[in-house]
């Protein structure tokens, strides 16, 4: 069974930067991808960025392209979100969800039903 734990959420103004982890307990990933997803109130739950395991390949959404980077240690089944010139729309929980099954193609990837384990979610809130 594999567990995720979140850490890094806050409070920050717009603007500002935070990064995110996410470890995975368990036996070490060698396929499948981590991700994170977000939730805003009264909102879907919505991609944000994800990481397939088996070539480091890094895929986002349109609206965090160029402002949020995702990245991994292999070593320690860890993925990190930094999250750089945050809006006040970023504000939501963010939530680590991750997968250990063959190699995801992009829809997959950008699929809630793409992954088998989530965190519990952390808080992101961009003041104005």
């Known amino acids: 069974q594999v567990q995720l734990v979140e850490s890094g959420g806050g409070f920050v103004q717009a603007g500002g930067s935070l990064r995110l982890s996410c470890a995975a307990s368990g036996p070490t990933f060698s396929t499948g991808a981590m991700g994170w997803f977000r939730q805003a109130p009264e909102k879907e739950r919505e991609f944000v960025a994800a990481i397939r395991w088996s070539d480091g390949n890094r895929f986002y959404s349109d609206s965090t392209k160029g402002r949020f980077t995702i990245s991994r240690d292999r070593a320690k089944n860890t993925v990190y979100l930094q999250m750089n010139s945050l809006k006040p729309e970023d504000t939501a929980v963010y939530y680590c969800?991750?997968?250990?099954?063959?190699?995801?193609?992009?829809?997959?990837?950008?699929?809630?039903?793409?992954?088998?384990?989530w965190g519990q979610g952390t808080q992101v809130t961009v003041s104005f």
């Open positions: 969800a991750a997968d250990n099954r063959g190699r995801p193609i992009l829809t997959t990837l950008k699929s809630r039903q793409g992954y088998e384990y």
